[in-house]
């Protein structure tokens, strides 16, 4: 089963950058996805990436980029003019099916790894 290690999070204040990087334990053509979730609201689905197409939500549609990286079996989420809304514990994820839905908080059966924790202070 695939393992996936998300990091990079950090504090930054708004207007700042970050970027979060998604260790995959084996090579994998699934969707690999991006989630945040807040204590006390429901997941989000942040942005996701397959074959064939990249989707953002529209919460951060302009200033998140996500990519992939085959070769190394990453997922990189490039974060820009964050705001304290992306404030989140931020996992990456797969559906475990080769093409991406739109971006949605995870299912039952599909996988994630720890989170990393991006907060922006205002």
């Known amino acids: 089963q695939v393992h996936l290690v998300a990091s990079g999070g950090g504090s930054v204040q708004a207007g700042g950058s970050l970027t979060l990087s998604c260790a995959s334990s084996e090579y994998s053509r699934y969707c690999i996805y991006w989630f945040r979730q807040t204590p006390g609201k429901e997941r989000e689905g942040v942005a996701d990436?397959?074959?064939?197409?990249?989707t953002y939500a529209d919460t951060v549609k302009g200033r998140f980029t996500i990519s992939r990286d085959y070769a190394n079996n990453t997922v990189v989420l490039q974060m820009i003019s964050l705001k304290p809304e992306d404030t989140a514990m931020y996992y990456c994820?797969?559906?475990?099916?080769?093409?991406?839905?739109?971006?949605?908080?995870?299912?039952?059966?599909?996988?994630w790894g720890q989170g990393t924790q991006v907060t922006v202070s205002s």
């Open positions: 994820a797969t559906t475990r099916s080769p093409l991406c839905p739109t971006p949605r908080p995870p299912r039952p059966r599909e996988i």
């Open positions: 990436i397959d074959r064939d197409s990249i």
